[in-house]
């Protein structure tokens, strides 16, 4: 916690001040002195418990992995700890293992491994003991490999150890991460430009100061005396207090919105986001197969709803006027789909989940959508299973033999459908059987075919089932002699579906000026159909590129094909790497979302990596810079506008501090110029403390508390390097800081021309400056005039302005006010001649602009 404490202080602006502090001290001002200390832990203090928020959010959300492995010693099975394996070890494969190494398969018994977190791959990949010949094979294509911290989904085997560590596919990705430099964010870059600049300006006006100051042979002490109030004056001491203030209000805003944010910076910066790279597995999509095409074999196709494992949703006529309950094919396919599948869907800490193959259990929730369910149909509707006949990667199908209620028997088949084409003698059309003597069946089987075809253009995973009546004498038969000459009922396509809301989510980022490009380990196939349907490809120019084509493309070349890029599919983790740096190549904010290993090095190089909260590995979560704590893709458009929000917040609140400072130090410079030798000083050290921090502080943090302005969303993004002051905002804040020191300055050479004492004279422009600056504030609320917004949207701001009056004239009313500051009651026609003229100039100077649609003003 020590270390994350001390990590506050790296801040440029906590260096000024600290400067400011120690000079101050030096000259004896101790009071001053003490005042910017406050300040400075104040600040570092809200920023480190933020961090340390978060900290303990991530400490939540981390995962535990393998620590241990049963492998074969001296003959004998025996369980060790997973960091002692060795290369030649052999180690047994259960279901539900996390991999402790890489290891080549040595047997498998329908043995399925889930890779998702490595590769992208949305669906569980069968491994094998068959040699691959070809090279430069993609890791989820190595159907015989196994790769550390991935998950066993179904079946068993047996693997050679062949890597362990920062040897294997994850230790590479480690070592990726390692030589990853950590990218500063935009906010960063802007508040150490904007430290640089504070500093050079404060430096550079004490500097004119002490020249004019020698030249008019004043003494030293004057002239440090002066010096001291000017760089009180130039630096804004509220300024890092407030804008951690206010990201952390944002951040606390994001949190309800289910965004943890590790970093306040990130905050900010997600309102800079031109590019959004994002995983699609579980990210865009559901990471929850699910049926969501049906066809069956009178030539009819059906939608079917729902979301996810939940087994609710309806089968819908596609192109004709059909109903489920008249469908009797579909029925058919249905129910040999419930009864010919092992997977179930069991609740687990309050949410469905599969267990088996996820394949299996699309279907097995699509047929508990049409009323079929294995348990009930065992336990009271009569069916008995007498003997399954597992899917196995040769056969390429699964099957079982289930008695009926009626006592028949019957062989429930499903697998690939092209295989079970080939095998299949007959068709169910309506209530009868087209076979190869009907008239119907060669209808029958083009429409299978074509329907095949379809399913295969919407890059669907496509199931066939069917049925074949058993007599007595085959109920003994293998799986060879039965699983032929059966009849086909149905066809299923099964995808991991968008999530719902995700493709409104990316029309308001393409409306915003965002671009979304999906990059997956999935098939291109796949990743296209889905970043069509959701708006990711929107045009014909909109490419699709693989991991292949990047092998070999340079540099250069990926960076000139990245604009018309929105998919990069089959990809590693060096691709993901190279895209992002990429994009940041071609001055592009990158953010990056992932919930995998083979994600973080990519999560760390880019400008903003948002990590998954439930799916997301702890790699991946240490990685980024902040974590959707709902894994939903929308929940980064919210934090995406939430940073505009705060980016705006950010310029109105530095619009309305600076324009103070700088309205301090001309009154200061006024007097030294015009005076000379003789100068007395408007305003007191800590006459100025009391602006920044009181009555510009205060109603200066009630700027973070602004509604959002209507065109938020419509805006296109700002530039990597555009600083707080674009479009004119620099001129605004010296034009208008000028202004308010000028007026702050006459008044008080004319007390001091009409006789009033030095102490009356800085006490009147004490007060103009103070009121000056409360009536700035209804003009720094918004990018037009105050003319154009609604003076009473934000009562926040209303209740500090009333509290930062009510203080300040306590200083000058009160007799505890009047020793610490040095100040005088005003006459009372006095203060109202000051609160009118103040305000006057603020609606002249917005009057003119309004008019004249200047950018000066």
């Known amino acids: 916690m020590w270390i994350l404490y001390l990590e506050q202080y790296k801040n440029p602006l906590v260096f000024i001040l600290a400067i400011g502090a120690i000079v101050s001290a030096m000259t004896g001002h101790m009071v001053d002195a003490i005042a910017i200390a406050v300040i400075i832990l104040i600040n570092t203090g809200i920023s480190f418990w933020q961090e340390r928020k978060a900290q303990k959010g991530m400490e939540a959300l981390k995962e535990m992995a393998a620590p241990q492995a049963e ?45 998702a977190a490595l590769t992208g791959e949305s669906e569980p990949v069968t491994k094998s003991v068959d040699t691959i ?46 030589q990853t430099p950590p990218t500063k964010s935009p906010m960063q870059v802007r508040m150490d430009n904007l430290a640089h600049l504070l500093l050079i300006v404060g430096l550079g006006i004490v500097a004119l100061v002490c020249g004019v100051g020698f030249y008019h042979g004043m003494p030293l002490l004057d002239i440090l005396n002066t010096g001291i109030s000017l760089s009180v004056a130039a630096i804004p001491e509220g300024l890092p207090t407030v804008v951690m203030i206010v990201l952390t209000m944002g951040s606390t805003r994001m949190a309800q919105n289910n965004a943890l944010a590790k970093q306040l910076s990130a905050i900010e910066s997600l309102g800079s986001v031109t590019v959004i790279c994002s995983d699609k597995t579980g990210t865009l999509t559901q990471n929850q197969m699910q049926v969501v095409k049906a066809y069956d074999t009178t030539n009819h196709f059906w939608n079917v709803t729902g979301k996810g494992f ?96 009626n006592g028949d028997h019957f062989l429930a088949v499903k697998g690939a459908p092209d295989v079970l084409l080939t ?48 007599s007595a004498n085959q109920l003994d038969l293998e799986s060879n002699d039965l699983e032929q000459d059966f009849c086909l009922t149905s066809l299923f396509g099964i995808i991991d579906p968008p999530r719902p809301e995700v493709k409104d989510a990316i029309e308001q980022c393409y409306r915003a000026g965002v671009r979304t490009v999906m990059i997956t380990g999935d098939h291109a196939a796949t990743a296209e159909a889905i970043a069509k349907d959701i708006g990711i490809i929107r045009r014909p120019e909109h490419k699709v590129v693989t991991g292949t084509q990047l092998d070999h493309m340079d540099d250069r070349q990926l960076r000139s094909i990245c604009p018309s890029v929105a998919v990069f599919a089959r990809v590693t983790p060096e ?79 530095m619009r309305q501090a600076l324009t103070a400072n700088v309205a301090e130090v001309s009154v200061i410079l006024f007097a030294f110029l015009a005076m000379g030798p003789e100068t007395i000083l408007p305003l007191t050290p800590l006459m100025i403390l009391w602006v920044n921090l009181v009555s510009d502080g205060l109603p200066a943090l009630a700027l973070g508390m602004e509604p959002e302005e209507d065109d938020l969303m419509e805006r ?69 005039t105050l003319y154009r917004k609604n003076p009473f949207t934000n009562k926040y701001l209303l209740g500090a302005i009333v509290l930062s009056g009510s203080l300040s004239l306590s200083v000058v009313y009160t007799s505890l006010g009047q020793f610490v500051f040095g100040t005088e009651a005003l006459a009372l026609n006095h203060l109202g001649y000051i609160v009118m003229a103040s305000g006057a100039l603020i609606f002249l100077l917005s009057a003119v602009k309004e008019l004249t649609k200047t950018k000066l003003l």
């Open 71 to 115: 492998v074969l010693r001296d003959s004998a099975w025996m369980m060790i700890p997973a960091k002692e394996l060795v290369p030649g070890d052999i180690i047994k494969i259960n279901t539900g293992d996390i991999l402790p190494a890489d290891v080549r398969i040595l047997e498998a018994h329908q043995l399925a491994v889930d890779e």
């Open 133 to 178: 010949i070809e090279k430069d094979v993609a890791l989820g294509d190595q159907k015989n490999m196994a790769f550390m911290t991935t998950m066993v989904t179904t079946g068993t085997g047996l693997g050679a150890v062949t890597a362990t560590g920062m040897q294997t596919e994850v230790g590479h990705i480690a070592e990726m991460m390692n």
């Open 310 to 405: 939940e087994p609710k949703g309806e089968f819908v006529a596609d192109g004709h006027e059909n109903r489920l309950e008249y469908a009797s094919s579909l029925k058919q396919g249905l129910l040999v789909s419930a009864l010919c599948s092992d997977a179930k869907v069991v609740e687990q800490e309050g949410k469905l989940v599969v267990q088996g193959s996820p394949t299996e259990g699309a279907i097995v929730v699509a047929a508990a959508k049409a009323g079929f369910v294995k348990d009930n149909l065992l336990s009271d509707g009569g069916y008995q299973i007498i003997k399954k006949f597992p899917f196995d990667s040769t056969r390429k199908m699964a099957s079982a033999i289930v008695k009926t209620p």
């Open 423 to 470: 095998k299949a003698s007959s068709f169910q059309t309506s209530s009868t059987i087209a076979d190869m003597t009907s008239s119907q069946f060669d209808n029958a089987k083009d429409g299978f075919e074509s329907a095949i075809e379809r399913f295969a253009t919407q890059a669907l995973r496509t199931i066939a089932v069917g049925f074949k009546p058993l």
């Open 575 to 653: 691709h993901k790497l190279r895209i992002v740096q990429a994009q940041q190549e071609n001055q592009e904010v990158a953010s990056m979302t992932g919930d995998g290993v083979n994600d973080a090095p990519a999560l760390k190089r880019a400008d903003i990596g948002v990590a998954m909260g439930i799916t997301g590995t702890s790699v991946a979560k240490d990685s980024g810079d902040m974590i959707l704590l709902d894994d939903n893709f929308s929940t980064i458009v919210k934090a995406v506008r939430q940073g505009r929000q705060i980016f705006d917040n950010l310029r109105k609140f």
């Open 716 to 784: 296109k993004p700002r530039k990597r390097n555009e600083p707080f002051f674009s479009d004119g905002l620099g001129l605004r804040i010296v034009t208008r800081g000028l202004a308010l020191g000028a007026l702050s300055y006459l008044s008080f050479a004319m007390a001091l021309n009409n006789g009033y004492s030095a102490e009356y004279a800085q006490t009147v422009a004490f007060l103009v400056l103070i009121f000056a600056q409360l009536w700035h504030l209804f003009d720094s609320r918004t990018f037009t």
